[in-house]
Nanobody, 127 residues
Framework: VQLQASGGGLVQAGGSLRLSCAASGRTFSVSSMGWFRQAPGEEREFVARITWSGNRAYYADSVKGRFTASRDNAKNTVYLEMNSLKPEDTAVYYC?????????????????????WGQGTLVTVSS
C-alpha cells in the first residue's frame, strides 16, 4: 500500500486546513487509516483514526471537536479536516494504514500498529 499525503501549509491561529491522504495498491488489506503528527523534538503522536469503511472515527482528546476524519471510498482517499487551529497543532502530519483488526481502540493509537506510512505534510499555525 502506498500513501501520499498532501494539504499542509501555513495558517493563522483559528484557521482551517484539510489534509488528504491518497491510498493505492493493495488497499483491500487495510483495516483502518490513522493520522499522526510529530512536532520538532517530540515523539509522533496519534491524532485520529478512521475505519477503512469510513463509518467510524476516533480522535485524540487534544483535537476532539476541532478535527474531523473522513473518507471518499471512490477515490481511496482519507481526509483530515482541521478547524480552529492552534499554534500547538504545528507539526508534520502523517497518514498511516493498518492491516490488522485490533481488538481494542487503544492499539490504533500506537505507531507500531500501522504497516504503511505516507511521507508527511507540514502544518504550521502562526499565532
Amino acid at each position: 500500500v502506498q500513501l501520499q499525503a498532501s494539504g499542509g501549509g501555513l495558517v493563522q491561529a483559528g484557521g482551517s486546513l484539510r489534509l488528504s491522504c491518497a491510498a493505492s495498491g493493495r488497499t483491500f488489506s487495510v483495516s483502518s487509516m490513522g493520522w499522526f503528527r510529530q512536532a520538532p523534538g517530540e515523539e509522533r503522536e496519534f491524532v485520529a483514526r478512521i475505519t477503512w469503511s469510513g463509518n467510524r472515527a476516533y480522535y485524540a482528546d487534544s483535537v476532539k471537536g476541532r478535527f474531523t476524519a473522513s473518507r471518499d471510498n471512490a477515490k481511496n482517499t482519507v481526509y483530515l479536516e482541521m478547524n480552529s487551529l492552534k499554534p500547538e497543532d504545528t507539526a508534520v502530519y502523517y497518514c498511516a494504514a493498518s492491516r490488522t483488526y485490533w481488538s481494542d481502540s487503544y492499539s490504533y493509537t500506537m505507531t507500531g500498529s500501522y504497516d504503511y506510512w505516507g511521507q508527511g505534510t507540514l502544518v504550521t499555525v502562526s499565532s
